[in-house]
């Protein structure tokens, strides 16, 4: 917009300054995330975009904090070795509304091997089978 601002003294003097004014559109971008590990692979991890509002004209930067990024909307990432992260992710409009959010992701490495043994019970066979849950203790890094 241009606006002026006129100034009279007794109808002797005017003078007139005017400049232009921009207003910006609101930026009521409000950040967050949620993710979950890969049950098949704990070091891969599904990040969920839960930006308010949904904004089609919104663009999204993940930092995982390894060193990685993204510009997907819902992006998978995949870390070398476990740790804690910081997983930030900047929401924005082009250059007018920016917004960003952070959380720390600790990622874990799982190693556990499932085992049982089974014995068929031989004093009342027709109860059926014992079982008896063998693997070892659950570990993670």
């Not at 300054?17 to 704990?42: H, M």
């Not at 990024?69 to 990432?77: A, G, K, Y």
């Not at 509304?97 to 190693?111: D, F, G, N, P, S």
């Amino acid at each position: 917009y241009e606006v002026c601002l006129i100034m009279r003294i007794d109808g002797v003097c005017e003078k007139t300054f005017c400049t232009k004014v921009i207003i910006l559109p609101a930026c009521n971008l409000q950040p967050n995330f949620s993710w979950t590990a890969d049950i098949s692979n704990p070091l891969k991890y599904k990040f969920t975009n839960q930006t308010a509002p949904a904004s089609t004209a919104a663009q999204a930067r993940w930092s995982f904090g390894d060193g990685a990024s993204s510009n997907e909307w819902n992006p998978t990432h995949e870390y070398k070795q476990a740790g804690v992260y910081t997983v930030c992710l900047k929401v924005y409009i082009s250059n007018t509304c920016v917004k960003e959010i952070c959380k720390q992701v600790v990622v874990r490495a799982c190693t556990i091997e499932p085992n049982f043994s089974w014995l068929s019970d031989s004093i009342y066979p027709l109860r059926g089978v014992q079982f008896r849950n063998t693997t070892p203790a659950l570990t993670t890094q």
